[in-house]
């Protein structure tokens, strides 16, 4: 559900340096919900951060691409996560260590819906306000799910922007799946300079290929050989 968003960010937006992945003026960009890490190395392998022929090696023992992002393995990845709800605050703290040091970067951050139950989010979103970061664009993958089942059955959180608007951010609610909305949404937000943004995401969990979208049972799934095939035709693959 979030392949569009990263797609935009690591083609369109983020400025890096594939070649010296720490460079100090990177924009930094952290994905909170780990457990989608498969469209993040495609994007940094993409990008040149490390060979397209790591991919297949995903979660296997000794690989640089672990199950969840580790930044003491793998190229181009600014920050460990899979503790979920830590990326806000890791990134609040990026956005203000940023500004103490006079660098100019953004820190962008994707969260999934289902994090929005961390007390912690929202610890750092009143701080994060609180401290002006205008350079932290947190963007929602809001496709409706987690691990445990349908959001609100679980939560009962229904309107996502409502809360960060309550703490003074500023808000913004796209298709997640619409390049253009998404990028259109960043660059309103990078043009908001005295507070923290967020971008809520409507997304569709398995988007485009019929039998998984919308199934939660596809959150630890994976495809057998005739299913990925069948999967790879859904998408346009010849």
Known sequence: SLIEIVRVLYDDV??????????????????SKGHGCPSYYAALARRGFFPVDWLPTLRKLG????????????????????????????????????????????????TGDG????????????????????RLIALVDNNGW?????????????????????????????????????????????AETERPSVIVAHTIKGKGIPFTENDNNWHKRVPTRAELEAALKFLGDD
Do not use: C
Not at 86 to 109: E, N, Q, S, T, W
Not at 124 to 133: E, F, W
């Open 146 to 190: 987690q691990s445990g089942g349908f959001i609100q059955d679980v939560s009962g959180l229904k309107d996502l922007s409502a809360p960060f608007a309550a703490f003074g951010w500023h808000t913004q609610e796209i298709d997640g799946h619409d390049f253009e909305q998404i990028l259109g949404a960043i660059e309103s937000a990078q």
């Open 115 to 134: 994090e929005l139950n961390e007390g912690i989010v929202w610890e750092a979103v009143q701080s994060a306000a609180h401290m002006r970061l205008g």
């Open 63 to 110: 690989s640089p691409l672990q199950g969840h992002p580790v930044m003491k393995k793998t190229p181009g990845v600014d920050m460990t996560t899979g503790s979920l709800g830590h990326g806000i605050p890791i990134g609040a703290g990026m956005a203000a260590a940023g500004r103490l040091a006079k660098l100019d970067y953004f820190v962008y951050v994707i």
């Open 14 to 31: 983020l400025r890096v340096r594939p070649h010296e992945p720490r460079w100090p003026d990177r924009d930094r960009f952290i994905l």
